[in-house]
């Protein structure tokens, strides 16, 4: 993976751990790989935490939290015996299973989920009017002989608009 990626990793792992005790809980982790573009389903991250994580610095024996029922984990508590859902993981836990997802990654379908956020209405085509909205969303102040200019330039066949096809070219360079 990149430099870029790796400050992605670390940045979705530091903005999750929101107790700050450099660990995050499954509920963290479903979070941060959501930031990541992985929208996993529960069994996958079970299976990631059983494998990768380890016991919370304080594990719920049962019922909600409070002082009463948090206690230390001991030696008759060992990770096997836990639920996934009640493991944690580290950082360099979290940084080695979003490499491997990034980098499994097949940039057709990232090309084609960035297509999905100009094409909303699943017209197969990104026109002149989703241009307008992403400037808008965006913040960018483009002018409007700008984004003609851009459907022009990128619209090979004369349709109005570009579409999945022209874009994963544009993109795949």
Same mark, same amino acid.
């Given at each position: ?31 941060? %790989? ?31 939290? +409070? ?25 360099? +836990? ?8 990034? +980098? ?22 990104? +026109? ?9 969303? %965006? ?35």
């Amino acid at each position: 993976i990149t430099d870029e990626q790796r400050e992605e990793i670390n940045e979705a792992f530091g903005l999750f751990d929101l107790d700050k005790d450099q660990r995050i809980d499954y509920h963290e982790f479903k979070v941060a %790989l959501k930031a990541l573009g992985f929208d996993l389903p529960k069994p996958q991250i079970l299976d990631f935490l059983s494998i990768h994580g380890i016991p919370s610095l304080t594990t719920e024996l049962a019922g909600p939290p +409070s002082a009463n029922n948090r206690q230390p984990l001991t030696q008759q508590q060992p990770k096997d015996q836990l639920p996934p859902g009640r493991l944690t993981l580290t950082l360099q +836990s979290f940084q080695t299973i979003a490499a491997k997802l990034i +980098s499994e990654r097949d940039p057709r379908d990232e090309i084609l989920r960035a297509f999905a956020l100009f094409d909303t209405e699943d017209k197969g085509i990104i +026109s002149l009017e989703d241009l307008r909205r992403v400037a808008r969303e %965006l913040g960018e102040g483009l002018e409007e002989e700008e984004l003609i200019a851009m459907i022009d330039e990128f619209d090979l066949e004369g349709k109005g608009g570009v579409g999945r096809e022209e874009f994963v070219n544009i993109c795949m360079g």
